[in-house]
């Protein structure tokens, strides 16, 4: 039977006051993004602990803020590609304008985009990949900014669209829409119409979603040349495509992101040097890097 700690429940307490915070919606609104009881939150703030949620909810909420259940913790590393899309998120967010950002996997895309929600007012972030229909991609949306999912579908995503235009600068976060079909992926641009002027949208992603766009448009299928018109009609990326000037990139990427994760700097080059020299060629990016990093401080413990 699942038995969290207190110290646990203490972290995920201290992490949701903290993006709450930047929640310009009510309590009762930030209760229901993190799925609990408004009366559950009110109590939370004053001091009570007991009995108040399942150890499934602390574990979900633990699971979403990023609170570990041990003392090691992935610290934030400014590294280009973060820089990158705090900037153009943060354009998006005052003007009220769109992008999609298509890149390689492993660079901390998702890592910048859930650490931004967390600490931009009115940032939210939406993982598409574990909502693929169109029914649940806009109740996931509808959750995550802290409406009720639940009801009419048709007035959920009214409610989307309103609530969004009456709080001020909002941002939602796409993450993999090209997970979507081809029906949950059109909601992206009555939403936008429903929004425009109002709220900005960021979508993320890497090849697959190029490539479906591209697709879409090249076979003049409704709605894709319209949604990529809406999100500037361009894909903005990073990693330099020449392999050379790639190397390059990856081995600061990881040596940034490494430099503040670890104290044993002397095992940094060689998790590095394993990073950039898979078999077949191929080079590995931060989750690999993550990997050899905890075997690296297994054998130092």
């Known amino acids: 039977m699942l038995n969290l700690t207190g110290e646990f429940k203490e972290k995920v307490i201290a992490a949701l006051l903290t993006v709450r915070q930047n929640y310009e ?60 899309i705090e900037e153009e998120v943060t354009f998006c967010k005052r003007y009220a304008k769109s992008m999609i950002f298509v890149d390689d996997c492993e660079i901390g895309k998702t ?38 999912d639940t009801g009419r579908y048709a007035t959920v995503k009214a409610n989307i669209k309103y609530y969004l235009k009456t709080l001020q600068e ?44 591209e697709k879409g448009i090249n076979h003049r299928k409704v709605g894709y040349r319209e949604i990529f018109s809406r999100f500037s009609g361009k894909f903005s990326s990073i990693v330099p495509p020449d392999r050379k000037e790639k190397m390059v990139f990856y081995r600061q990427l990881i040596s940034d992101v490494l430099s503040v994760n670890m104290d044993d700097k002397n095992g940094m080059e060689p998790i590095i040097r394993r990073c950039l020299s ?24």
Not at 26 to 38: E, L, Q, R, T, Y
Not at 60 to 76: A, E, F, H, I, S
Not at 195 to 211: H, M, N, P, R, V
Not at 281 to 297: D, K, Q, T
């Open 25 to 84: 919606g009510s309590d009762a609104a930030f209760s229901k993004k993190w799925g609990m009881n408004p009366s559950v939150f009110n109590r939370i703030k004053n001091g009570q602990r007991d009995g108040l949620l399942k150890e499934s909810q602390w574990l979900n909420m633990g699971r979403d803020l990023n609170v570990t259940l041990n003392d090691r913790q992935w610290n934030v590393a400014r590294t280009a590609v973060f820089n990158q």
């Open 111 to 148: 890592f910048s985009c859930q650490y931004l929600s967390k600490t931009l007012k009115n940032c939210f972030y939406v993982d598409a990949s574990q909502s693929k229909t169109k029914q649940l991609f806009v109740r996931n949306i509808a959750r995550c900014i802290g409406l009720d």
């Open 278 to 301: 898979n078999e077949g060629g191929s080079i590995s990016g931060l989750r690999r890097a993550e990997s050899l990093l905890i075997l690296h401080n297994r054998g130092n413990g």
């Open 170 to 213: 909002p941002i939602v976060i796409i993450d993999e829409p090209g997970d979507l079909d081809y029906n949950g992926f059109l909601e992206i641009k009555e939403l936008w119409n429903g929004t425009e002027g109002a709220c900005a949208w960021y979508l993320i992603g890497a090849d697959g979603l190029a490539e479906k766009m």
